[in-house]
T-cell receptor, first 113, second 112 residues
Framework: KQEVTQIPAALSVPEGENLVLNCSFT??????LQWFRQDPGKGLTSLLLIQSSQREQTSGRLNASLDKSSGRSTLYIAASQPGDSATYLC????????????WGAGTKLIIKP | DGGITQSPKYLFRKEGQNVTLSCEQNLNHDAMYWYRQDPGQGLRLIYY???????QKGDIAEGYSVSREKKESFPLTVTSAQKNPTAFYLCASRRTGGSLAFFGQGTRLTVV
């Protein structure tokens, strides 16, 4: 059964630093992997979607990588800002899942001014 | 603007009471989902529907019920059989064949 893990559960860094959030999954047989952002008490906003055939995706200051063979994805945030403070979740869609998302528990990111 | 609307934002339930959470989308998506989110855990799937008048149980369906009478609407009822309903509930939709899921803003349910 596919499991998704995000470590650390929480991260606090000073403004301006580059940082990496980690997501690992146990089975590389996936359609894709997605990174989402969740602000406190709010719904989820999709940040980046990486198809299984892709190695990375970029959007502005965000870059997500995917290595299916090792079961790992990273979300790189460049020049962090206080507005980046949120919980970041990753999710995979396994090939045998009827398109159901399997979620990590998230990393709560705090950017200190 | 297209999107998903959940209501109410906050809901309080008394012991033994059934409550219904609303989810409406105007994205013309076929698939709709209900997730439960608890602190420190990933989202858990309650029910999903791929098409009108059809729905399937997710991983934690016990104590919940849904209906899908219209493409736009997928209400979730939290019944008295759900012993620990306090949580944040998220509704999502997805276009058939698409990967991206769009989420509502959530409903926070509290038992009083």
């Amino acid at each position: 059964k596919q499991e998704v893990t995000q470590i650390p559960a929480a991260l606090s860094v000073p403004e301006g630093e580059n940082l990496v959030l980690n997501c690992s999954f146990t089975d590389g047989a996936i359609y894709n992997l997605q990174w989402f952002r969740q602000d406190p008490g709010k719904g989820l906003t999709s940040l980046l979607l990486i198809q299984s055939s892709q190695r990375e995706q970029t959007s502005g200051r965000l870059n997500a990588s995917l290595d299916k063979s090792s079961g790992r994805s990273t979300l790189y945030i460049a020049a962090s800002q206080p507005g980046d403070s949120a919980t970041y979740l990753c999710a995979v869609i396994p090939l045998d899942s009827n398109y159901q998302l399997i979620w990590g528990a998230g990393t709560k990111l705090i950017i200190k001014p | 603007d297209g999107g998903i609307t959940q209501s109410p934002k906050y809901l309080f339930r008394k012991e033994g009471q059934n409550v219904t959470l609303s989810c409406e989308q105007n994205l013309n998506h076929d698939a709709m989902y209900w997730y439960r989110q608890d602190p420190g855990q990933g989202l858990r799937l309650i029910y999903y529907s791929q098409i009108v008048n059809d729905f399937q149980k997710g991983d934690i369906a016990e104590g919940y019920s849904v209906s899908r009478e219209k493409k736009e609407s997928f209400p979730l009822t939290v019944t008295s059989a759900q012993k620990n309903p306090t949580a944040f509930y998220l509704c999502a939709s997805r276009r058939t064949g698409g990967s991206l899921a769009f989420f509502g803003q959530g409903t926070r349910l509290t038992v009083v």
